[in-house]
């Protein structure tokens, strides 16, 4: 039973516009999300993390949205570049540090120019 | 730059060898490590929580025998996978966290089992 979802394997989106990576997670004491930005061989880099006393947290071109009753959290990207082009993965736990991740598939971003 | 270094990238061995995989926190201390692990187009899946000091916390279905953790000091924590067979190939990342912060992950070992 997967607790974390990202139901859309792939996304393509073309330079300049906006990029929405969503997740939709199932566990209601999760209470800290986050984004992860991975390339081939190497590990997942943190993006962005929001906590659920929040409904959104913004960081540069970054911006993450919590709507706590939907469970389901989005990414927003804007503008994309192709340098955005990467595996997304959504995760969450029930805090910050130093408590296991749970995470989504992955959504594969490709940003065209 | 890397806070958190992880030791081989890849190692490709004949069945029932034993590998050893490293994952030290650069920046930090920490206390807790974990380890996960990813197969083809699959999620990473925890494995274990690794304590300085103590024994790790396996997940269910992970056997503690067969993948053997130390964490000997804050930097660095170990995985042993012991007799490792052609099902262990696969995808193994550590990660470091601290309270109110983020986990950062290595690089991650692709493990091949011929």
């Known amino acids: 039973d997967q607790q974390v979802k990202q139901n859309s394997p792939s996304l393509s989106v073309q330079e300049g516009r906006i990029s929405i990576l969503n997740c939709d997670y199932t566990?209601?004491?999760?209470?800290?999300f986050l984004w992860y930005k991975k390339y081939p061989a190497e590990g997942p880099t943190f993006l962005i993390s929001i906590s659920s006393i929040k409904d959104k947290n913004e960081d540069g071109r970054f911006t993450v949205f919590l709507n706590k009753s939907a469970k389901h959290l989005s990414l927003h990207i804007v503008p994309s570049q192709p340098g955005d082009s990467a595996v997304y993965f959504c995760a969450a736990s029930y805090n910050s540090g130093n408590t296991p991740l749970v995470f989504g598939k992955g959504t594969r971003l490709s940003v065209i120019a | 730059g890397a806070v958190v270094s992880q030791h081989p990238s890849r190692v490709i061995c004949k069945s029932g060898t034993s590998v050893k995989i490293e994952c030290r926190s650069l920046d930090f201390q920490a206390t807790t490590m974990f380890w996960y692990r990813q197969f083809p187009k699959q999620s990473l899946m925890l494995m274990a929580t690794?304590?300085?000091?103590?024994?790790?916390?396996?997940e269910q279905g992970v056997e503690k025998d067969k993948f053997l953790i130390n964490h000997a000091s804050l930097t660095l924590s170990t995985l042993t996978v012991t007799s490792a067979h052609p099902e262990d190939s696969s995808f193994y990342i550590c990660?470091?966290?601290?309270?109110?912060?983020?986990?950062?992950f290595g690089d991650g070992t692709r493990l091949s089992i011929l």
């Open positions: 990660s470091a966290g601290r309270q109110g912060e983020p986990q950062h």
């Open positions: 690794s304590n300085e000091g103590s024994k790790a916390t396996y």
């Open positions: 566990n209601s004491m999760f209470d800290y």
